[in-house]
């Protein structure tokens, strides 16, 4: 069974095809800046040579049209005709209260969908454009949509609720919904394998450390509690957002600089975080600002680390006890540093760390010592066979 | 038709505000001004642009983006790019009739024009131009990036496909497009002229300082400017011009005071010479009393 996962921006579209018989990535590709005369496609079949073009692409229907004319071209594809492709899987960002799994797309999901716009609004009209523009090109395929909100709808009232008039919820449906939830299923599920332990059986943490970051508290394999709230705003320190801060701090700064909502908003968002402390937002502009003595990027990256410290303690509360953490993403797959010094902040917990281990990247690796009390983890995440299974597994 | 680039004529306020409006959702877009000043109009976008970044309302790079999209010209010729033109220069009939006729023979036939009027009729400004059904009124209000609403007016022959085209374009700048009948003056120029005209006589008249006007009515209506810091930010020869076409129509309610003619007379005409009602300072904030001594 072949599945096309497709992730829809508002301006590009990322692709893979999948052999689900082996989960093996028959090809993979980018559409960056449709839109414009000069959108670029990126394309790599497995074992041919990647290849790029620009050319103008004003819409996402041509977007997608022109990466099935890849995938059967003759010399860059790996299929002879779209008709070997057996079903889409789409990412969509929020699937609100809605969705508590992936799900068969028709009419009436549209129609929800159409109507979480709201909730994710940089994200979820994208993805819907990318669904509709899928079903005009193929619409006798069937598609699925793959939550990232839907791993944490097992999370319970007393975490995702605020504690805010409960009318703002019933109106609203202003609540926890949390962000990342492919990631942390693919790689709490990977943890588990490469422990050799049912998943039920086990407690896990795991950190999605990229320029937006989150973390989980995932217990017996469903998550339990997540950093990200309603929007991806709270939590953890990011790349540029703030996360978690007083609320009346922001009374306080919109009054004292007579901002607007758009202001506040967009300094929380975009000039917070890293880049708020330090003035870059990049993990490694800020690794090397620390070389050079820098102490601005050192204090940001002590926040940075003392933020997740104070989570993965709360989170071991939530949980009453831990067995596994597992960092992913960009900052949680390539900063070993960030690792040692939270590892080396949390010693009540009997971690051990094998420093050799954790400098490799770009494997699935035990960093944990034989004789750790909590196994600690470094998983590339891959949202996109979890998009992939899950699609597979529902058009069966 | 696949709307892209957009030409805007006339670099003033409102002018300089559409364009970073569009830049800002996406669009290329061509200013042109015939007039002296257009030539810093993106020195100034670049300026409002960096104060947005002192407030966070933007990073440096959608600043770097939305600048790269607004490019200047004088050379009318360009006008053969557009896709969509939006006019909005001084409210003077016979100077903007000559212009739209001749963007109407330099623009491709399907491109709809939108007018930013706000005082002129679009049934008169259509009448000698041949697209005279693809012309619809459009006013934006100042400062235009920031207010999410618009007036929207279709002349006799406005067709509806224009009228379309006029609010997906406004719903794009993130406006909603509320249509009204055609009437100069609309809503907002309306009402506000008057608001400002009675400011400006309490200040005339002795009642109280522009400032504490300003502070009464800012504070008890919960806005964010008084009628005479908007006045001083429209520029008050504008505010003159859109009295005395208004009193053509309308008669002696919008007699503008004497103390707005004898401010532009003198050339202080608001943010533009930094001395209106208001002083301002040389990044255009309201000068404070701390400051410096407001009256000259």
Known sequence: MNIFVLNCGSSSVKYKLYAMENEQVLAEGRVERIGQENAIITHQSTGKEKISKTMPILEHTVAIQESLNLLTHAEHGVIKSVNEIDAIGHRVVHGGESFSD?????????????????????????????????????????????????????????????AIPYSVYQRYKVRRYGFHGTSHKYVSQRASEMMGRDIADLKIISCHLGNGASIAAIDGGKSVDTSMGFTPLEGLMMGTRSGDIDPGAIFYIMKKEGLSLHEIDSMLNKHSGLFGIAGVSDMRDIEKGIEEDDRLCKVAFDIYEYRIRKYIGSYVAAMNGVDAIVFTAGIGENTPAMRSKLVSNLPYLGISIDEDQNKKRGEDVEISTPDSKVKVFVIPTDEEVVIARDTAKIVS | MDI??????GAGR??????????????????????????????RIEKGLDRKLAKWGITESEKRLILGRIS?????????????????????????????????????????????????????????????????GLHFIPPVTQVSVAELVRGERTSEEAVETAKAFAARLGKQAVEIEESQGLVNPRALVVMINEAAYMVDEGVCEAQDAELILKKSWGMKQGPLEMADRLGLDLVLN?????????????????????????????VKTKLGFLAYTEDDSVLTEDEGDKED
């Not at chain 2, 800002?24 to 257009?38: E, P």
């Open chain 2, 14 to 43: 409102l002018g300089r505000g559409i364009a970073e409006n569009a830049a800002s959702k996406g669009y290329d877009v061509v200013l042109f001004s015939q007039g002296a000043g257009g030539k810093d109009a993106l020195t």
């Open chain 2, 4 to 9: 892209r680039r957009i030409a805007v004529l």
């Open chain 2, 242 to 270: 859109w009295m005395e076409q208004l009193q053509l129509v309308f008669g002696p309610r919008y007699a503008p005071c004497p103390i707005l003619r004898r401010y532009v007379r003198e050339g202080r005409l608001g």
């Open chain 2, 72 to 136: 200047y010209t004088q050379d009318l010729k360009e006008l053969n790019k557009a896709d969509l033109l939006v006019e909005a220069t001084l409210d003077h009939l016979h100077i903007k009739r000559e212009l739209l006729r001749t963007a109407d023979q330099l623009c491709r036939p399907e491109v709809v024009f939108v007018s930013a009027s706000a005082t002129m009729r679009i049934s008169d400004l259509a009448r000698e131009i041949d697209r005279s059904d693809m012309l619809v």
């Open chain 1, 102 to 162: 992936s799900v068969l797309i028709n009419e009436r999901t549209k129609e929800i969908l159409d109507s979480l716009a709201e909730l994710a609004p940089l994200h979820n009209p994208a993805n819907v454009t990318g669904i509709r523009a899928a079903e005009k090109i193929m619409p006798k395929k069937p598609q699925v949509a793959v939550f990232d909100t839907a791993f944490h709808s097992t999370i319970p009232p007393h975490a995702h609720l605020y």
